[in-house]
């Protein structure tokens, strides 16, 4: 894939390294200032970064694509388990520099009443004050607070806030890279995961079962996938 998508500069020499990124896989441009700019102070490429990994000193917004992102928790229901999703949520990934996506902060915020599992009744049941008392709660959030990055994987550090309790919470994650498209936007993506107890937020309806143990499970594995478009910056 052609780098053509990192902005000139006319007054800088420019070559083509052909090694590849370990952010993304097609190769970096990297600009090299003019004897004549060097003597004006006007080495912008090294700067603002506009060649050497195409970011800037302002924070890109990306905007979770949630037609091709996914959102699903799963929990035991006696010996099986029960999967599910939320229909309407949205989130944005705020950026300085994709090399460096450590520094990333994500928002992430769900419609609890867009709760999905299949089942109409059941769903009836997880709105109501049994679970997620989606009436008086109708979003659940998560934002991050930091990330510890190795490699491709990291460990996302965040608060998560379900029927009005936060918990601090670790996501087990991997950035899966950036990738142009034909009309000139950018796209990154990472998956992450994470298992929280229900109990900690309050989501304690549960039912005893003949010969011992309980319907439901405790903890509740959450997993998400997502892509996110950049957003043109506004002047």
Known sequence: MKANYLPSLARHHCRLDTRRSRVASYPVRFCVPSRRDSRAGLATGYQTGACAGGSTNRPAAWRIDKTHSELTFQIRHFMSRVRGTFRDWKGTVTLPDVAKWENAAIDVEIQTPSIFTDNERRDADLRSSNFFA???????TFKSTRIERT????????????????????LDGHFLGLQNNTNGSQRLGFEATTTVN???Y???WNRAVEGGGMMLGDDVKIEIAIEAVRQQSRS
Do not use: E
Not at 134 to 140: E, G, L, N, V
Not at 161 to 167: Q, S
């Open 134 to 140: 989606a009436d008086s709660f109708p979003t659940i």
């Open 202 to 204: 309050g989501v304690k």
């Open 198 to 200: 229900r109990l900690d």
């Open 151 to 170: 490699g491709d994987a990291a460990k996302i550090f965040g608060d998560l806030t379900i029927r009005g309790v936060t918990k601090a919470v670790v």
